[in-house]
């Protein structure tokens, strides 16, 4: 059995196209200089893109999650356990509504991130020091 990380790197390699769009908006500080990764695993689930910064998670859901809800509650749960907020795009609105998807994006950060994040922000342990 292949443990989430080895999944993880599995599933970047085998984007589907909404994820391949979005990642390509959301990676190198693109979005409003945030720092997303993509499948990243929290527990014992892989979440499609994570901005730790901003206590972000998105997950594209395809055709086959509308039959799904039930386990989909749970990947959200897990998260949100975890401190993340959790959005959910279908992949049709990725692919057709790339800038609204953005810009949902963006206001849920800027409605939950006080201010923009810092542009060189301290290491891990670096800010207990300071304070």
Sequence with gaps: MIGNVGRAKQLRRAQTDAERVLWFRLRGRRLDGLKFKRQVPIDRFIVDFCCTEARLTIELDGGQHATR???????????????????RFWNNDVLQNTEGVLEEIVSTVRQYLPGPPHPDPLPYGEREKDA
């Design 69 to 87: 809800t039930l386990e989909d509650a749970n990947r959200t749960k897990v998260p949100e356990a975890f401190g993340y907020l959790v959005l």
